[in-house]
């Protein structure tokens, strides 16, 4: 019999949230929390692909590097995003081996290290709009910007930050290796913040970037890849919502691939929020995808049975 799979993506913040400081043990246990949540999952008959964000912990990382700086060379962006895919890697795997143990779940996690490849002639290489890392003052921006070719921004009076580009995932390396390990039973953690981006230099070899890939497009693509049956995107919300914050918001509980594009271009779903979702959901959608789920963590057990958060199919 065929084996379902789902992937499930779901921010950073589900690990470090705005209002904790960010100690580890605070990491270990909201990483327990997100795994006794992913079990639900497991025990539906899926077998499961995670992919995480990494905002808050790549940026706490970056802060590190420039209060060190003076005494250890700093690490560039792209050899941060792998650090942190290594360790919210091992929370998640602890975590998630320690609950399947719990709920006698013979299954293997394994955490892969990813490679995202971007285009090199990404439009948003000329355009850099993603801030990352501390707060700068005018002088050390000026020296970074001089020295390292940064873009900086002056950021609502509170100091500078640099930007880099937020370019769209075009492959991912190792693809097979993920495919290979779910199909064959394992819980595979995968694409931490997107993955690493990485272009093809003119020599044909791959090569780092510092940039930004959002996490709900390299989810997208590797559910395609895979061929996952479930594509699950948590979010802070119980359901995607049409005029969202206004009086007359309303929850939507199933829309069609038309349907989400009518809406995209009538402004419902902004670029800082629920846009990069639809627009993952919809290339998932009309490259192959069953069917995609958005919910927030809370409703996600209710959502599997159909009694929460909207879902987006080829067709109504």
């Not at 919210?88 to 892969?112: C, P």
């Not at 995107?233 to 969202?244: A, F, M, R």
């Amino acid at each position: 019999m065929k084996r379902k799979i789902a992937l499930i993506a779901f921010g950073g913040n589900a690990i470090l949230p705005d209002n904790q400081r960010g100690l580890q043990q605070e990491q270990m246990k909201n990483a327990q929390k997100a795994a006794r949540l992913m079990i639900h999952v497991v025990k539906k008959g899926y077998d499961l692909i995670l992919v995480h964000g990494n905002g808050p912990q790549v940026g706490n990382l970056l802060i590190q590097m420039e209060e060190a700086a003076n005494k250890i060379p700093p690490f560039s962006l792209e050899i941060c995003d792998a650090m942190t895919e290594g360790s919210m890697g091992f929370m998640l795997e602890k975590a998630l081996i320690n609950e399947l143990r719990k709920n006698s779940l013979d299954k293997e996690v394994a955490t892969i290290i990813t490679q995202v490849v971007v285009d090199k002639n990404d439009p948003a290489f000329q355009n850099p709009t993603k801030p990352v890392g501390p707060f700068y003052t005018q002088y050390r921006a000026q020296m970074l910007a001089r020295q390292k070719k940064w873009k900086m921004i002056e950021d609502a009076g509170r100091g500078y930050r640099k930007v880099v580009p937020s370019p769209k995932p075009i492959d991912i390396i190792p693809k097979r290796i993920i495919r290979d390990l779910v199909h064959a039973g394992k819980i595979v953690i995968c694409a931490g913040g997107g993955g690493i981006p990485v272009i093809l230099n003119g020599r044909g070899l791959f090569q780092g970037v510092e940039a930004v890939i959002d996490k709900d497009y390299a989810a997208s693509l590797i559910a395609r890849e895979v061929k996952t049956d479930l594509f699950i995107i948590l979010t802070n919300v119980e359901k995607v919502y049409l005029n969202y914050g206004k009086p007359d918001q309303k929850p939507i509980e199933r829309m069609s691939v038309r349907e989400a594009k009518e809406y995209l271009a009538q402004g419902q779903f902004p670029e800082g929020s629920m846009g990069p979702k639809i627009k993952a959901a919809i290339e998932y959608i009309e490259n192959g995808g069953k069917e995609v789920l958005i919910t927030s963590a809370t409703y996600l057990k209710a959502a599997l049975i159909k009694r929460s958060g909207t879902r987006i199919i080829a067709s109504s």
